[in-house]
């Protein structure tokens, strides 16, 4: 049950020196140096995995993404919003069943794994008025062993496929009933929250029944609001308010809630939302792919507002990677400001790690006693992090993924010398090759 994790250096609230972790059913309960850990009584007969040459760091958290689409990754890439939502989103999405959303999973996760994420949140509106897909998705993560978020969307827009509409008493039943067979509030490794779809996806009354859900869960919720301009303009049109303005109207909770890209957010929204508390999945990889704008991510840090950083689906993006998200992120925000010195590499390494765990409400995203054993080992060895003083700094800017190694989720190894412990990647490309075939022709 208990293991003891060791590695020359570490990132634990800063850069340090050769770090061991003891966890116990993979609850992290000490950190420090190794001779002081393995000293410790509970550290006795302890398995031992020993990751020399390399770095150790909390595990990274994606707090958005569609695994689905990682499925249209490259199709209809570069046309006109509505074009492809119609050419790729709407023609291939309504066709798949719970073993096709199963191999967008595996796919979808398997790539993150090897990427050093180690909780996936799953924004899922593809329920075809069921549970079956949710679960198929649920449980792929389960085989591969990554922690797992299911934000199970709340959708009764007329015009989407009908695959992505429920009535609300079969959105708030079906979210019930996901919950009460998936909720894991020991080990936290599949969590449900309601997630209705956004202001032109959900009606007030959807958004307010999956707000509902979750107050009376007990957990966050998610929204996508003012991603595109657009919508601001609809939002003025429709509610005669700003996106943000216009659901704080409504019977929700905002201090649990979270935004989705608010790149449109006027500082009048970026005010309200740190005065209710509420939080914000940022995607500046996806944001900048789909030309949608720029989060003033700054601001909204500025302000005390908790920030998670996500990818965002793999046909609007299309690399999955929360490290890569830091890099965006910090780029982004300083060309948007003209000032190498709007964020710090340290700051986007927390978004996507320790407030990424806040914002989600699990004790995830920190290398630290009652967190969950969650970590990623980087080869030292490789010259992406070299000179290696300046780890923090290199793993945000310079990190290639052939640097991720081993990686570790609630104490077990999914990830061993580049490798996925539990799936091969050739099952996985075989099921996407046979299942994509033909498409984007
Ligand atoms: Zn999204």
Same mark, same amino acid.
């Given at each position: ?6 590695? @020359?250096?570490?990132?634990? @609230? ?68 509505? %074009? ?54 649920? %449980? ?35 979210? +019930? ?30 958004? +307010? ?15 996508? #609001? ?22 704080? +109207? ?22 309200? #939302? ?71 590499? %340290? ?78 990647? @050739? %099952? ?14």
């Amino acid at each position: 049950m208990e293991v003891v994790i060791t590695a @020359d250096a570490a990132i634990v @609230d800063g850069a340090r020196g050769p770090t061991s972790v003891l966890a116990e059913a993979g609850k992290i309960l000490a950190v420090g140096d190794p001779k002081d850990v393995l000293a410790d009584p509970r550290a006795a007969g302890a398995g031992r995995i020993e990751w020399p040459h390399r770095a150790m760091v909390p595990g990274t958290i994606n707090t958005h993404n569609h695994s689905f689409q990682s499925l249209l990754r490259g199709i209809g890439d570069d046309l006109p919003f509505l %074009e492809w939502r119609d050419k790729a989103l709407y023609r291939y999405s309504p066709r798949l069943g719970p073993d096709d959303m199963a191999t967008a999973a595996l796919f979808a996760f398997g790539e993150m794994l090897l990427h050093g994420v180690t909780t996936v949140c799953d924004f899922y509106y593809l329920n075809n008025q069921g549970n079956e897909h949710a679960s198929a998705t649920i %449980e792929a993560a389960r085989r591969l062993g990554i922690r797992i978020v299911m934000a199970r969307c709340f959708y009764d827009w007329n015009g989407a496929p009908a695959a992505y509409r429920e009535t609300i008493p079969q959105a708030v039943a079906n979210f +019930e009933s996901l919950a009460a067979k998936y909720q894991d509030k020991t080990r936290f490794l599949t969590t449900v929250q309601p997630a209705p779809h956004s202001q032109h996806g959900a009606t007030p009354d959807m958004i +307010e029944a999956g707000a509902g859900c979750a107050r009376d869960a007990g957990v966050p919720w998610h929204i996508h #609001l003012a991603e595109e301009r657009y919508q601001v303009d609809q939002s003025l049109e429709r509610f005669g308010k700003r996106p943000l303005h216009a659901v704080s +109207e409504l019977r929700v909770d905002m201090s649990t809630m979270i935004a989705v890209h608010g790149c449109w957010f006027d500082a009048s929204e970026r005010a309200l #939302l740190a005065e209710r508390g509420g939080s914000l999945a940022y995607c500046p990889g996806s944001n900048m792919f789909l030309g949608d704008g720029v989060t003033d991510l700054v601001d909204l840090v500025a302000r005390g507002v908790k920030v998670g950083l996500g990818t965002d689906g793999g046909c609007s993006n299309n690399r999955v990677s929360v490290f890569d998200e830091m890099r965006m992120a910090a780029l982004l925000q300083k060309v948007h400001r003209t000032d190498g010195q709007a964020i710090t590499a %340290e700051t986007c390494f927390q978004l996507g790690t320790r407030t990424a765990g806040e914002v989600l409400r699990l004790p995830i995203g920190r290398i630290a006693p009652g967190y969950r054993c969650d970590l990623v080992a980087l080869d030292l060895d490789d010259p992406s992090l070299w000179p290696a003083q300046a780890l923090e700094k290199n793993v945000v800017y310079a990190l290639s993924p052939r640097a991720v190694t081993d990686v570790v989720v609630d104490g077990q190894e999914v990830v061993v010398a580049r490798r996925l412990s539990h799936v091969l990647l @050739d %099952e996985v490309q075989g099921r996407v090759a046979r299942l994509t075939a033909g498409w984007g022709r």
